[in-house]
């Protein structure tokens, strides 16, 4: 089984399901069982300031950080917080994904998020994406998605609004060219 572990999943300009519209997944875990991703780029209106005032009230939050949008990470479970970040020493709850990227859902990180102390980058979603084993493969087929590897400066450094074109810059084709549908030979 080939693994789509940090990469991205592209929607197709075909995929209609407003939810996943224009998306762009990143994939953290894709195995046997199924795989697990969290959009990237869709926001929810929501600020990092706001978010944590929510958590915690006397949690520190820099001017700089304090406008950064909360993402709407996926439909399953979006009472749930995830926090991609760059890597960097000292968060035991933390996953290495790459040796850039990190992913927690530990609440430890929160007091630190917003401030100097925190990861260089991160992005803060609720919710996930969740495909059952199989399932993802069998959307890849059916021309919802395309692949491509994933890379830290897309994922951490490109604004929200022009990742999913970003992304299909790099395949180096005109995405609207492409025909909904799959052949067969």
């Not at 572990?5 to 990143?26: G, K, V």
């Not at 102390?117 to 084993?133: I, M, N, R």
Request: charged letters at 20%.
């Amino acid at each position: 089984m080939q693994s789509f572990e940090n990469h991205f999943l592209i929607a197709m300009p075909s995929l209609e399901d407003p939810y996943f519209s224009r998306s762009l997944t990143y994939i953290c875990e894709h195995n046997e069982h199924g795989a697990m991703g969290i959009v990237i780029n869709q926001p929810t209106g929501l600020h990092l300031k706001e978010m944590l005032k929510q958590v915690d009230e006397s949690i520190e939050v820099d001017d700089d950080k304090a406008e950064q949008l909360v993402l709407a990470g996926g439909p399953v479970s979006p009472d749930r917080g995830f926090i991609l970040h760059s890597t960097q020493p000292g968060w035991a709850s933390s996953l290495a994904l790459t040796s850039e990227i990190m992913v927690t859902t530990s609440k430890d990180i929160l007091n630190v998020l917003g401030n100097s102390k925190a990861p260089e980058k991160s992005l803060v979603a609720l919710g996930y994406a969740g495909w059952s084993a199989g399932q993802l493969e069998e959307e890849i087929q059916h021309n919802s998605w395309l692949l491509i590897e994933a890379d830290a400066d897309l994922l951490f450094n490109v604004p929200i609004h022009k990742k999913w074109q970003a992304a299909v810059q790099k395949l180096g084709v005109d995405i609207w060219q492409l025909a909904p549908d799959v052949g067969h030979a």
